[in-house]
């Protein structure tokens, strides 16, 4: 389960070199080349999957355990004072990288950074527009 053309599965399987800080069968653990904060960690998958979309049941099973485990180490190790989990799916959510991966992003009282949502466009937050969108998911 590996793309020929792809970075992470090269990265992943330790053909290039990375940092890495925590490794197992399924997944390896790198620092971003590009941190949005001190330690931002990227749990990638060895298995190629383009995202969270096609990626296994029984890995998709693993990450949050992992993610959940690495929090509390990284707590510790870098007296963080909080933790932003992000994983992005397809270009219009920020995928830039066709892999799948979950940033780690520790954070600090100080860091200046901010993954603040802002609230939808004046039609999307009407009580019926919601209430529509709950009976289509329901439906
Ligand atoms: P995305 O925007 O796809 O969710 O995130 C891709 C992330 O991968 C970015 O934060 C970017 O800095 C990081 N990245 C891209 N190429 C490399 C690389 O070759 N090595 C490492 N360590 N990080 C990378
Ligand atoms: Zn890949």
């Not at 190629?48 to 180490?73: E, R």
């Amino acid at each position: 389960m590996r793309d020929e053309n792809c970075i992470f599965c090269k990265i992943a399987n330790g053909e290039i070199p990375s940092r890495t800080i925590y490794e197992d069968d399924d997944f390896r653990i790198i620092l971003d080349l590009n941190p949005a904060t001190r330690g931002h960690a990227l749990i990638l998958s060895k298995n190629h999957y383009k995202n969270l979309y096609d990626m296994d049941d029984d890995m998709v099973s693993k990450v949050l355990p992992l993610a959940k485990k690495m929090v509390h180490h990284m707590q510790e190790k870098l007296k963080c004072d909080g933790f932003n989990l992000i994983q992005n799916n397809n270009e219009i959510a920020g995928q830039t990288v066709f892999h799948f991966h979950m940033h780690l992003i520790p954070r600090y009282k100080d860091d200046n950074q901010s993954f603040v949502m802002s609230p939808g466009n004046p039609e999307i937050i009407k009580d019926e527009d919601i209430d529509k969108v709950r009976d289509m998911l329901n439906s």
